[in-house]
């Protein structure tokens, strides 16, 4: 472990990451976010889905600085005298949740169906191909609303709310597969052409195994490199799908779900209950942008 750590530090990307100001102010303002959601129910003020503390008498607190503002509602309340702080903390975990979960799904997907269709070719390749390509003629969300339609049209109304997280995460990381098939087939069909791989079948090394120990890591590069800009997307589109209020149930609220309710309001004085988890996502999504934008080219040796 000290020795990883070690050639870590010693190494390229290390180097990049300590002479880029705008990157380490982004992971700074990322981690935060990130350790504010993990960490919400210790060190939230309030739990702002816990019923029997709110009352209805703080609705529409404006925050703490301003005139009417109470201290123990830093950035004010929402209509339901929740802690707009609090509840920023808990949306963020939802949102954090839902945009790794599909990237994951995502990335899982498409990294595995990219390998075989660069490796094996024929019709698979054809196939899968095709497939990408109708996909990526409609926009991610397009798709994602798409299959959250069918499926809440398949299954009772009753079970919505129980899986509606599952749907959600579904729905985000089957519209955005199609980025990491292309990427991972086309590196793929230049590994597999080179020495090492050729060797690895002389030797009678199996397609799965050359596929797994020899290809997959060296085709992993871009593939980090999409998956942290996707991450991005991810909590963009779920944020998106709960404004429209497709998302997650109202028993779960993300940020894209204060967004909504604050919308309500917003032309009624109360600003701060829709702004406050707007800049959030702002912040969350440009801090992981900006570190994937770095990433990659920490990762291009063209630029090293």
């Known amino acids: 472990m000290a020795d990883a750590l070690r050639r870590f530090f010693d190494s390229d990307v290390w ?19 990130i350790l504010g959601a993990l960490f919400a129910p210790w060190i939230a003020p309030h739990n702002p889905f816990d019923l029997a503390s709110l009352n209805l008498l703080d609705a529409f607190k404006p925050p703490s600085w301003i005139e009417e503002g109470e201290a123990q509602y830093l950035l004010g309340t929402d209509d339901q005298g929740r802690d707009m702080l609090s509840a920023i903390m808990y949306g963020a975990r939802v949102s954090l949740l839902v945009g790794l979960s599909a990237t994951l799904f995502a990335t899982t997907l498409g990294v595995t169906l990219g ?9 698979l390749d054809a196939l899968l191909m095709r497939i990408c390509d109708v996909q990526l003629t409609f926009p991610s969300i397009l798709v994602a609303l798409l299959i959250d339609g069918v499926v809440r049209a398949a299954l009772p109304r009753e079970v919505h709310d129980q899986i509606a997280l599952f749907v959600v995460i579904f729905a985000i990381g089957i519209s955005e597969w199609p980025k990491f098939a292309r990427t991972v087939r086309g590196s793929t069909m230049v590994e597999r052409n080179k020495e090492y791989v050729q ?21 992993m590069g871009p593939v980090l490199v999409i998956a942290t800009l996707n991450l991005g997307l991810a909590i963009l589109s779920e944020a998106t799908l709960s404004f429209l209020g497709v998302g997650v149930p109202a028993t779960q609220p993300s940020l894209g779900t204060l967004i909504r309710i604050g919308n309500d309001f917003l032309f009624s004085g109360e600003w701060w209950i829709t702004i406050f988890p707007g800049v959030t996502l702002i912040a969350m999504v440009l801090s992981v942008n900006l570190l994937g934008d770095w990433l990659r080219d920490a990762l291009n040796p063209k630029l090293r």
């Open 199 to 219: 060797a690895a079948r002389v030797i009678g090394v199996t397609p799965p195994r050359i596929m797994l120990s020899h290809v997959l890591p060296n085709v």
């Open 115 to 123: 390998l075989l269709a660069g490796y094996l070719g024929g019709k």
């Open 15 to 33: 180097w990049s990451f300590t002479r880029s100001p705008i990157t380490m102010v982004s992971a700074v303002v990322a981690l935060i976010c």
